[in-house]
């Protein structure tokens, strides 16, 4: 079946680093959707992309749909401690593997 | 209040129990979904309705049985499971079964079997 290679899987950064993530597959995609997930909630949507090579952004966070469409990433700008949690991208009701994000005061 | 709401938080239950799931919706979406969450895994699909329909269902043993009797309420009736199916179990909303706009997702079941 259709996966998405997420990566890196985990990441351990200082408070004020800048944070980049990525998804690829193998097949085309028409939408792109980025989530965070905190310990013991569900996903919360941050960002949705809908056109190939469109650049969102929404406060620190900022997303591009790859040209191929194909990919996707998302930086997260001066992180904070409540930037803690898990990262997924999805596309046509697949998830990728999640980045965990453990920021250090 | 995330506009879907899941009961129980959390379930333990023996491989003989049958226990069931419940998710409502408050948004005036069309769609709804099961995921389950297993550590290290990405979210797996279970089940997709549209419409109270069942458009979508993965391959989920039978011992899993949804059940969506309107719009806004969807059931997952469990018996028999394996200690393998312990996981965090969520459910979605969204307003097209395709989800073209973003999902928003229950705080999950927490599920234990011993």
């Known amino acids: 079946g259709q996966q998405l290679n997420q990566s890196p899987q985990s990441m351990f950064i200082q408070e004020g680093e800048d944070v980049s993530m990525n998804c690829t597959s193998s097949?085309?995609?028409?939408?792109w959707l980025w989530y965070k997930q905190d310990p013991g909630e569900g996903p919360v949507l941050l960002i949705a992309l809908y056109k190939a090579g469109e650049l969102t952004s929404n406060g620190r966070l900022t997303a591009q749909f790859g040209i191929t469409r194909k990919d996707s990433f998302l930086n997260i700008s001066a992180s904070i401690p409540s930037d803690v949690g898990i990262y997924f991208c999805e596309g046509k009701l697949i998830f990728g593997q999640g980045t965990e994000l453990s920021v250090k005061p | 209040e995330t506009g879907v709401t899941q009961t129980p938080r959390h379930l333990v239950m023996g491989m003989t129990n049958k226990k069931s799931l419940k998710c409502e919706q408050h948004l005036g979406h069309n769609a709804m979904y099961w995921y389950k969450q297993s550590a290290k895994k990405p979210l797996e699909l279970m089940f997709v309705y549209s419409l109270e329909e069942r458009v979508e269902n993965n391959s989920v043993p039978s011992r899993f049985s949804p059940e969506c009797p309107n719009s806004s309420h969807l059931f997952l009736h469990l018996h028999t499971l394996q200690p393998e199916d312990s996981a965090l179990y969520l459910c979605?909303?969204?307003?097209?079964?395709?989800?073209?706009?973003?999902?928003?997702f229950g705080s999950g079941t927490r599920l234990t079997v011993v």
């Open positions: 097949s085309i995609f028409n939408t």
């Open positions: 979605a909303s969204s307003q097209d079964w395709q989800g073209a706009i973003g999902y928003t």
